[in-house]
């Protein structure tokens, strides 16, 4: 940071250990962001970057005691069982987080943090995005012009219900409802996790603007090749330290795409699990897809792909029967009525769904009895917590957990009831390449050793790799299956 350049963030020797656990999450972190900068944060899955934003911005709980230290100086650190315990000082504009209320911290700081399902309050997308203007006391003449201004940069429409928004839509809107705010300080924790290339690009090239106008922007994010061209600064965490800072100019822009996944269809028997035939989905008066028809085969696999709002997410729900199709029938071989009935349990010991948000999935204590709760053994729930990589975590509460490592844990406590049908939605999210990689090993094998069916949701790019039997393209006009059936 250039001596002229007034600090919007400074993390000084700022360490953090969450209640039973017997590591620091962070450890004597240290840097600092000025006004016109946008700095990424990256760094393995678990590495800390979640954490060290939700100190940032004061939503570590508020019973944790801050040590009360000078700048630089350690000193004996203060406990609270329930909440945890943390050393070191974070100043946002020459002021102590932990001496601001939540209102005072909000006239700083516009967040957009991973679960955005937990941020969104109304039902539609004018009054979200005009919640927090008007709680900041903002003219009502001067929030409009906001939401105009937000609505044509991040397209979005203001009368679109927020229930039937995809999760890069959510993603972009509550991106905008921090905008409209006005703070002059953006923090934002894997904002790009939900959005296609469109949709990155644009909140990319949004940001880059902003910092040239004199924000701070810091933004957490596993997509750096992507993310590097837009930004000033990267700044690394390992194992909850600052390990590197780097320039990002000179970068260029990763170019791995969809396109370059090809269908490779395994010679199999043929042996149908679940039919789809003529299904179409209204919601709100709008059509989210129409007349699609698939044949899932045991041990196949398939990837959707499309566009934010396109209908994958509303597509694989409506497979898993967690959605009514307005048309259509689906038929499956343990329970092969055509009628559409509500889902029993013995149509999740079938079908296993993942969801996009990890968060509504988890309620055990712990990593292992998360696993262990439906699979069919001890022993068999201490292969699978192995298989994903999860074994250091076993007595780690879920929720403790990274957001990546949170959407491993789903992966692995559904695949572990070993359902025939597993589908998958955005299950790569929070993932760095390496444990991206890893999965998409493990979910290969698990194909191939069970003849699991596996129907993955995703708009990652980095999974151009990983071989399918059908590619299903979603379109605003239509559906099209690579190396299947032709639908819409």
Known sequence: MSPEMNAAIEV??????????????????????????????????????????????????????????????KTGRQTDEQAGERWGRILI??????????????????????????????????DEIAFGG???????????????RVCAL??????????????????????????????????????????DRAGAA???????????DGYAVLMAEHRIDVAAPFANRI??????????????????????????????KTLRPMAPLLSARG?????????????????????????????????????LRTLARLQKPTRGEIVFSRSPQRQYRKPSPAWFRGVGYVFQNPNV???????????????????????????????????RHPHSLSEGQKRLLTIAAIAAQEPEILLLDEPTVGQDHMALKQLMVVLGEISKERGMAIIMVTHDRRCAGYPADQIVRMQSDSVITENGVHSG
């Open 12 to 73: 000084h020797h700022y360490t953090f250990r969450y209640p039973c656990s017997g590591n620091d999450v962070l450890r004597d972190c240290q840097f600092t962001l000025a006004y016109g900068e946008f700095v990424l944060l990256a760094g393995d899955s678990g590495s800390g970057k979640s954490t060290l934003i939700r100190a940032i911005i004061g939503s570590l709980p508020d019973t944790v005691r801050e040590a009360g230290l000078e700048l630089g100086e």
């Open 93 to 126: 504009d020459g002021r102590d987080v932990t001496e601001q209320t939540v209102s005072a911290r909000a006239r700083f700081i516009g967040s957009v943090l991973q679960d955005a399902d937990s941020q969104i309050i109304h039902t539609k997308v004018e």
């Open 134 to 148: 008007e709680n900041l006391g903002m003219d009502t003449s001067r929030i409009e012009e906001h939401i105009s």
């Open 154 to 195: 991040l397209e979005l429409e203001c009368a679109w219900n927020t229930s039937t928004l995809s999760g890069g839509q959510k993603q972009r809107l509550i991106t905008a409802a921090a905008l409209v705010m006005d703070r002059k300080i953006l923090i934002l924790d894997e904002p790009l996790a939900n959005l």
């Open 202 to 212: 644009l909140l990319l090239h949004t940001l880059a603007q902003l910092a040239k």
């Open 235 to 264: 700044v690394r965490l390992e194992e909850g330290r600052v390990c590197a800072e780097e320039d990002s100019s000179g970068r260029t822009q990763f170019d791995a795409t969809m396109e370059t996944m090809s269908t490779q």
């Open 279 to 315: 299904l179409s989905l209204q919601l709100g008066g709008r059509e989210i897809f129409r007349d699609v028809s698939m044949q899932v085969d045991r041990g196949e696999r398939i990837v959707i792909v499309g566009e934010n709002g396109s209908g994958k997410t509303m597509l």
């Open 361 to 395: 999935q988890l309620f055990m204590p712990s990593v292992f009895e998360e696993i262990a709760y439906g699979a069919k053994s001890t022993d068999a729930a201490r292969h699978y917590m192995e298989l994903f990589g999860l074994k250091h975590l076993s007595e």
